[in-house]
């Protein structure tokens, strides 16, 4: 498909910022909406949360959002992840996990569940997914989540792909706060984008053979120097700061390209069928 615009859609905030950044790119044009999707979504990408993207599926559109999937972080060659890492369901965590640990959604935003946060046990993040949710325990237990070793990074960088290259990267703060919409780096030390980006190809390079056409990394450096990788996800989804607009944009369409089922971003069914409710129906026009 030959995308003739992009529109970034935003909920209670206002997305023009974000638009105007991609726009700076000249590569098509962007529009900016909070409102109904268009009725005619022919030739239109995406910049769009997990969230509204599910309310958008709900509504009966089926958009080509692709991501690495749940578990591609299993995948990964384990001298790139140098921590104990594995993808699992709600349902499974506590057979598969005992101690402490880093837990997060795998691929959806949900509160502080979709940040990586340190969990004594595995069952306060169990109890925390199914806190409003008693009614549906089999929907809960589906959930895919990503468990992993604590560490501590000193430098964390996200890098978007774009057909096997990267495209474009910046640098973010190195914990995310749940407590911020935004995860920007705001400190001054050094700049270590060379030596993020010199790992994010070995991840590419490692991963070459099973990855989808369009998507973002986290990698982080921890205080001893080596590097990790932290997380992946959809590019279509992921804050970009101040990372390059093209390549910000070549990684979007990239995660939106046609026939690629196999890598077809599919929510978890909590978020399907009980969450996120249909986006209000189309409107003539944005």
Not at 148 to 173: H, K, L, M, Q
Not at 211 to 221: E, K, L, T, W, Y
Not at 233 to 255: M, R
Request: glycine share 8%; proline share 7%; net charge neutral.
């Amino acid at each position: 498909m030959t995308y003739t615009r992009l529109l970034v859609l935003g909920d209670s905030h206002a997305p023009e910022k974000a638009a105007a950044h991609l726009a700076s790119a000249g590569v098509l044009p962007v529009q900016a909406t909070t409102g109904r999707i268009p009725s005619n979504l022919e030739g239109t990408a995406m910049w769009v949360a997990t969230g509204n993207a599910t309310s958008i599926r709900n509504a009966g559109v089926d958009l080509p959002l692709l991501s690495p999937g749940p578990s591609w972080l299993a995948t990964v060659p384990g001298n790139l992840l140098c921590r104990k890492l594995i993808c699992t369901t709600v349902g499974q965590l506590v057979n598969e996990w005992h101690g402490p640990g880093v837990i997060r959604l795998a691929e959806q935003q949900y509160g502080i569940l979709g940040f990586e946060r340190v969990y004594n046990d595995p069952r306060s993040f169990i109890a925390q997914v199914g806190k409003y949710h008693h009614r549906v325990s089999d929907l809960v237990a589906g959930v895919h989540v990503v468990v992993s070793t604590p560490v501590t990074y000193t430098d964390r960088y996200r890098v978007f792909i774009a057909n096997g290259e990267i495209s474009a990267s910046t640098r973010i703060a190195a914990s995310p706060n749940p407590g911020k919409r935004t995860d920007a780096y705001e400190g001054n030390s050094p700049d270590r984008t060379a030596a993020a980006l010199h790992f994010a190809q070995k991840v590419i390079d490692a991963t070459v053979w099973y990855q989808p056409p369009g998507f973002r990394i986290d990698v982080g450096a921890t205080e001893d120097g080596a590097w990790q990788l932290i997380s992946s996800g959809p590019s279509w989804s992921a804050d970009f700061h101040e990372a390059n607009p093209t390549g910000v944009v070549n990684a979007i369409l990239a995660g939106q390209a046609t026939d690629y089922d196999h890598w077809k971003w599919t929510p978890d069914d909590l978020f399907r069928r009980t969450i996120f409710r249909a986006w209000p129906a189309p409107a003539n026009a944005v």
